[in-house]
């Protein structure tokens, strides 16, 4: 199972559903939202997850599971079973979030040294929601260290979780590689047996290679992937030995993609979402350098317009038989 992960400020409900098209996605987890001492109204909910509106799922059909996070069981519980009712598939917990506002008002990667603390939170939500609705966990190997690790994926396990994501890097690594995938096959390995629900290996995930030493390294059979999906919207394909996406595919996507950015973000922004995904795909597409080169400097939407008309694949030349015009029409012609 390839599961496509949340990235703020990049990979949201947008970039969701142009990757999700390309194949290979099995499902996504939702961009974080944040949950502090109210119980939030249902459109808060779907601002973050629009596919609520969708059965839960991307306009190509992949689930999407809704991610919250907070400090506050009971909060977080209360949230999370009116989720529930909206029809998510699942609810997810993050606890690895390394942002440093984020860390600030105790959400995300610090309650990793509380390990007793995300335990009575993964509990509450567990006894919130439905018991057909999966609950699982996303964490880091720690805070400032990775001494604790053991201790957060085991009080997550206890407390009745369904699944348990682990980005193999603490905090204080940010996103700067190499991934610990060793740490992580530790971590997994001292779950006791009664224990043992499934983990998913997250970090430094960026080639077919790379997903084949990961599972290799640390034993998990199933994968989350973010950055490397933005890079190369083939590369869950590839992993899976289905085929790759050349970039002759990805000037109709570009176009989707910007046709929901226009409606959904500031005029003054929506350049700069797109130069962003272009700035990924250059990593991997000579082609996209030579976009990105281009649109470097340009702000206006209308320019941007522009370059995807001309980017986009001229139609192919059609090979059926040129018909004979019947004599009466030749005549009259």
């Known amino acids: 199972m390839l599961l496509l992960a949340p990235m703020e400020g990049l990979l949201d409900a947008t970039l969701r559903d142009v990757l999700t098209r390309t194949g290979g996605i099995d499902r996504c987890v939702s961009e974080f939202i944040r949950i502090t001492n109210t119980l939030l109204p249902e459109r808060a909910f779907i601002r973050v997850v629009p596919e609520l509106l969708n059965a839960g799922r991307t306009r190509a059909g992949v689930p999407v599971r809704a991610q919250l996070l907070g400090s506050d069981p009971h909060c977080l519980a209360e949230n999370a079973a009116r989720l529930a009712g909206l029809g998510p598939h699942g609810v997810d917990l993050n606890f690895g979030c390394p942002a440093k506002t984020v860390n600030q008002s105790r959400g995300g990667a610090v309650l990793l040294d509380e390990p007793e603390l995300i335990g009575r939170i993964v509990a509450a939500v567990r006894r919130a929601v439905p018991a057909h609705v999966p609950v699982s966990a996303k964490m880091r190997l720690g805070f400032n260290d990775d001494e604790r690790a053991e201790e957060c994926a085991l009080a997550i396990a206890e407390a009745g979780a369904d699944e348990l994501v682990i980005h193999a890097r603490t905090k204080a690594h940010g996103y700067r590689p190499p991934a610990y995938w060793d740490r992580l096959a530790e971590v997994r390995e001292s779950l006791p047996a009664h224990l043992r629900l499934p983990v998913i290996a997250n970090g430094e995930i960026w080639t077919v290679a790379d997903a084949q030493r990961c599972q290799a390294v640390t034993g998990c059979e ?12 083939g590369l869950a394909l590839a992993i899976k030995g289905q085929g790759t996406v050349p970039w002759q595919v990805l000037p109709p996507l570009l176009a989707v993609f910007w046709a929901q950015v226009s409606a959904r973000v500031d005029r003054r922004h929506r350049a700069g979402r797109l130069k962003q995904w272009l700035n990924y795909l250059r990593k991997r597409y000579p082609e996209a350098q030579a976009a990105f080169d281009e649109l470097r400097l340009v702000t206006e939407p209308a320019d941007i317009e522009a370059w995807l008309r001309r980017a986009q694949p001229a139609p192919a ?15 009259a012609c």
């Open 222 to 233: 199933h994968l989350m992937i973010g950055r490397g999906m933005v890079t190369d919207p």
């Open 317 to 331: 030349p059609t090979t059926e038989p040129i018909l004979a015009l019947p004599a009466e029409m030749a005549q």
